[in-house]
């Protein structure tokens, strides 16, 4: 790669857990801080990052579909992926973020958002949980497919969270 070329990271977020979205976002915007053009693919259980609707809610078309949105939650429902507590750890691991003057996943994803970080979501996920663009805040770039994803990601690291 040649120097003058701007260094790339993508990243595939396919947990929706709370400690590895923190890991996500901890990298997406601490390289972006540092120029590199960050691109994040969020598939599967990785949407509910993105989604619009914060808290539980009945998204997706089909009843099906509707109650995987309800079950999957959104941000202020993901769960540690280890000793969850009963979905008490996310709380209690922002409260100690905070305490210790570390960004909690709240503030990575919006510095991520002003680091102008490209969130795509995944198409075929979307489509399977009977998803569409409108369900995901208007910060993602765009719905794409695999493809798109690898031309978008070419040249630069790919890592797998």
Same mark, same amino acid.
């Given at each position: 790669?040649?120097?003058?070329?701007?260094?790339?990271?993508?990243?595939?977020?396919?947990?929706?857990?709370?400690?590895?979205?923190?890991?996500?976002?901890?990298?997406?915007?601490?390289?972006?801080?540092?120029?590199?053009?960050?691109?994040? *693919?969020?598939?599967?259980?990785?949407?509910?990052?993105?989604?619009?609707?914060?808290?539980?809610?009945?998204?997706?078309?089909?009843?099906?579909?509707?109650?995987?949105? *309800?079950?999957?939650?959104?941000?202020?429902?993901?769960?540690?992926?280890?000793?969850? *507590?009963?979905?008490?750890?996310?709380?209690?691991?922002?409260?100690?973020?905070?305490?210790?003057?570390?960004?909690?996943?709240?503030?990575?994803?919006?510095?991520?958002?002003?680091?102008?970080?490209?969130?795509?979501?995944?198409?075929?996920?979307?489509?399977?949980?009977?998803?569409?663009?409108?369900?995901?805040?208007?910060?993602?770039?765009?719905?794409?497919?695999?493809?798109?994803?690898?031309?978008?990601?070419?040249?630069?690291?790919?890592?797998?969270?």
């Amino acid at each position: 790669m040649n120097t003058s070329e701007k260094k790339k990271l993508s990243i595939i977020s396919f947990s929706g857990d709370f400690d590895k979205l923190v890991a996500a976002f901890t990298l997406a915007s601490g390289s972006a801080a540092v120029n590199y053009e960050v691109n994040i *693919f969020f598939t599967f259980w990785g949407l509910n990052a993105i989604k619009k609707k914060k808290g539980r809610s009945f998204t997706g078309k089909g009843a099906l579909a509707r109650i995987f949105g *309800f079950l999957m939650g959104g941000v202020n429902n993901v769960p540690l992926s280890r000793l969850n *507590f009963l979905g008490a750890s996310p709380g209690l691991m922002t409260f100690l973020m905070r305490k210790r003057n570390v960004a909690t996943l709240k503030e990575l994803i919006e510095a991520s958002i002003a680091l102008n970080v490209n969130l795509y979501a995944c198409e075929m996920s979307m489509h399977i949980l009977g998803m569409t663009k409108d369900d995901f805040i208007p910060e993602i770039k765009s719905v794409i497919g695999v493809a798109n994803f690898l031309q978008y990601s070419e040249g630069g690291d790919r890592i797998f969270i």
